[in-house]
């Protein structure tokens, strides 16, 4: 239908409507395309459990290389691997906010290594 709409129209000028569709369409690509290492994130004892669309592995701390943590309303961590998974050797998660600088403080400790 919309493509009926948009082919009825003059080319000549651009709505309020097409902008605000192009923007709106633009705005899910950026979206789908920041969240594509976005990561469900577990922990016990000895690992770090990591689930994805490709399912999910264990991740022992010693092969945790890099933690970095951007606070902010929609705070995330950011962590480096020194061993390629499935996934890559980088992934996000996003800690709950009221926790986030304890989470963060744990894992480099667990992993040892200096903020």
């Keep these: ?5 948009a082919l009825s129209r003059d080319f000549g000028r651009v709505d309020h409507f097409e902008w605000a569709v192009l923007f709106a369409l633009g705005g899910f690509v950026a979206a789908l395309w ?3 290492k976005l990561r469900h994130v577990a922990a016990d004892d000895d690992y770090l459990y990591v689930a994805g669309a490709s399912g999910e592995i264990r991740v022992p701390y010693s092969d945790i290389e890099k933690i970095t943590w951007r606070e902010g309303r929609n705070s995330t961590v950011r962590v480096k691997l020194k061993t390629a998974y499935d996934f890559g ?3 996000y998660f996003i800690p ?3 926790d986030a600088q304890e989470i963060v403080r744990v894992l480099r ?3 040892s290594i200096a903020e």
């Design 96 to 98: 709950p906010s009221a």
């Design 34 to 36: 920041m969240s594509r």
């Design 89 to 91: 050797s980088t992934f």
């Design 1 to 5: 239908m919309f493509l009926f709409y």
């Design 109 to 111: 400790e667990k992993s």
